[in-house]
């Protein structure tokens, strides 16, 4: 197997200057943080309740083939901005600078079966500290996939396209496993730790209300629409795991993006991390409208160098950055969405099976290891 | 079943439904002044009264219990898009007819929230409140003469009480740096037209700053008053060591708007245990200056150790009251105010 390192040009020195113009980027847009911004939020959080009141009440009706059709659009539109660009940009303490408690990463609870408490401490302290780093960072490949020619190949890895669709359809039960560390924790002597029964539970609960809510009093709630209200329902849940899985394969998995070794990191400074996050991610291009539902997601690269800065500002962040990738003669992995979808599911499919014998591939396209 | 427990009955069921989101959620952005809601007002006129203060008409929420004239309130405005907590004293009287309460604000510099009510407040803004509070106020049998000592912004609560209360005898001595700074000139000299008020207004600017011992001139009588003051530091200092002095200490009230800071201590590593937060905290820094700043939510008040609004579990560690230089050691249970308290040494905050 080849290892080229795409960052192997840039020495020590610039790798600290990159870092120092990172922080000025990301100083600029703390100090004009303000009233625009949190206008923003609260109108953002304001739609999706309003859309989402709207969408349960002619849903009542949802009987009516239009209405379950309207109604069935709206609830998914609504949940998605819930769990993307609400619920995951406050979970990341993106506006805790507002100080206000009801917008707040340590008050806020998302339309979703993991608690918010567990999601946190996954992706905030693990998978955003050790982004793409094999070993580390579960989500490279959430535990249950082979991502990457330097993860080990295992049989069970044979049926990774069928687990990947399989997780992208729940895949928000899909995120409360993984938050649990489920696949570590089931083995018979961690089963007992109290902590994890303590969370165990914690996911049990978040888990009731939702069905309670989305399959139970909702539909009875619509009488005789109650079998289409489920349906609808059922479809809304469907729909938001399907986009958000879309976008989050996005961000890490498309050919260019680079993983790291577990030693590599070791005495990281801060212009290395940064690089490993410029390196490890990928963007999805697009509209405004696009950006929005993806929860500004589609500016990965962006929110991994700066995962705390409010999302409406990372399309104004992304041309900065994107001028540092071209001064420091960096690949920017970007593509409209489809092909970043495509180039990801090629990669579950392609890594199912065993690494092929090494032979010579063109630079650009090869992604292998890569010594910080 | 009774009513009230069908309503609680009728309020699970919507909780049900809104998880993880509570019904509140949703009236909020309908009705956020109704009853049951989080305590708020909405703006309704910023009147100006001297080129740097102004009087704020609030519309209280329904949940709004009244004050008592002298009082003040917690308002949280968002400045800049984050949200401050300050106290100010109500000026409206307690049996204003049509329900609406008014806070009057001196713009301080560099006061963020002051300037901002000042200067950028617009009618239809909402803002956080909380229920009026503090013991500067009037006694519930009527006293025979009556002082208010007053500087600057410290005409605030006493208004508020001259607008609520009538008494037989009332003199205030109030000094501000020039006659346009005096808040209220034009309410105080229409009292004295209409023979309610006798009044000494100084200006600190051409008179210089008001020597106590000059009272035995102004109100020979101030001895026998129960006497109300309000006003910089240095005024009620002096004011209490006079009344001290002539052993009439009980009959002075004071109201103090800032801290005094005596102590500062070494500072140290303060952990914020709930958020996981470390940061290093000068001594003088007080830990609420310190939570703010490394983004924690941190409750808070009046801003100077009188509201208690602010208070947070010590978990470890130990803290120093800026006032007063004591140590508070953590205990179970143990809470401290963090508007006053600075590190003393590694110290960790349930927040």
Redo the contacts between chains.
Sequence with gaps: MTAIDPTAHLTEEQIEELGRELDAIRDEVIASRGEKDAAYIRKVISAQRKLELVSRGILLFSIFPPAWIVGTAGLSVAKIMDNMEIGHNILHGQWDWMRDPKIHSSTWDWDHVSPAEQWKHSHNELHHKYTNVIGKDNDLGYGIMRVDEDQKWHPIHLGQPLWNFINACFFEYGIAAYDLELGKNLHKRRRKNPEFRARARAVGRKIRKQVLKDYVIHPLLSGPSFLTTLAATFTANLIRNLWSHSVIMCGHFPEGVQVFERRSIKGETRGQWYLRQMMGSANISGSKAMHFMTGNLSHQIEHHLFPDLPSNRYAEVAVKVRALFEKYELEYVTGPLPKQVFSAWRKVFRLSLPNKKPKVKTPSRDKELVAA | MTSAALRSRAWK?LE??T???LPS??LD?VSPLRAGADLRGRIEAVHQETPDAATIVIRPGKGWRGHVAGQYIRVGV?V?????WRAYSVTSPTNRQDGRITITVKAIPDGKVSNYLVRRAKPGTLIQLDQATGDFVLPTTKPAKVLYLTAGSGITPVMGMLRDTEFQDVVMVHSAPQSKDVIFRNDLHDLVADKKLRLTELHTDTDGMLDITRLDELVPDWAERETWACGPTGLLDAAEAHWAEHGVAERLHTERFRPTVVVVGDGGQVTFG??GKTVDADGATPLLDVG?EA?V??PSGCRMGICFGCSTPLKAGAVRDLRTGEITEAEPGVLVQTCVSAAAGPCELER
């Design positions: 069921l049900m439904v998880t993880p989101l959620d949703y952005l968002d800049d898009g984050v949200r401050l709930t958020t703010e983004g939510l941190m």
